[in-house]
């Protein structure tokens, strides 16, 4: 009987680890890709991905190619709310603070998505709503995610997901991207100017020791978001994402 009860425990660990490789694929991913990557028996993967389909956790595309499953969705947007609500007093101490809009974003595929916010009191503010998804390249959540990868991780991400201009002022080449996360990297925030939405800046930083890369960010319009600003909120998300990362690490 415990020998059955490991083959089960085995089982569901190889299945979750599919699932991993698929979304680290960018959500979708071919048989002998898959094979290779898991160094599993292929009728092993066969047994395991029937399980998963049948299920809903992943689905067989027409082409013929394995993607992640409509079930996953529900868990994640669960799993994402109640993520978010760790770091919900932390972002509203971040705003009494500053006095601009305060958001916690994390790594989804090839995306970011805002898992939790606090908003600035001001009627002229960021209107990037919980449960949104953007991309890494133009956002500085999205940076302060990238810096945390390698060059290399890097440009397969963004071969995945691509470089749209989502403003005039988005990076829009690989080389200029990894330029900056090299700064990034340097001083420790990312800055995004105008490179989202027009007229807003954003500073962000990483979140250490979370089970999916995450960032802090605030954001506002030029007017208010200035070089005054910008020596108050560095220290300020400093301080911010050492307290989410310890409130992380007490919930687990």
Known sequence: MASTNTDSVKSVARALDLLEIIADAGGDISLSELSSIADLPLPTIHRLLRTLVAQGFARQLANRRYALGPRLVRLGEVANRKFGQIATPQLKDLVAQLGETANLATLDGDRVIYTSQAPSPHAMR????????????STSVGKAILAQFTDDEVRAIVARAGMPR???RSIDTVDALLADLRTVRERGYAFDDGEHEVGVRCYAMSVPNMPSPTAVSVSGPVTRVDDAFAERVVPALRATVAEISTAASLAS
């Open 126 to 137: 960021m209107f990037t709503e919980v449960g949104r998804r953007a991309y890494l390249h």
């Open 166 to 168: 989502v403003t005039p």
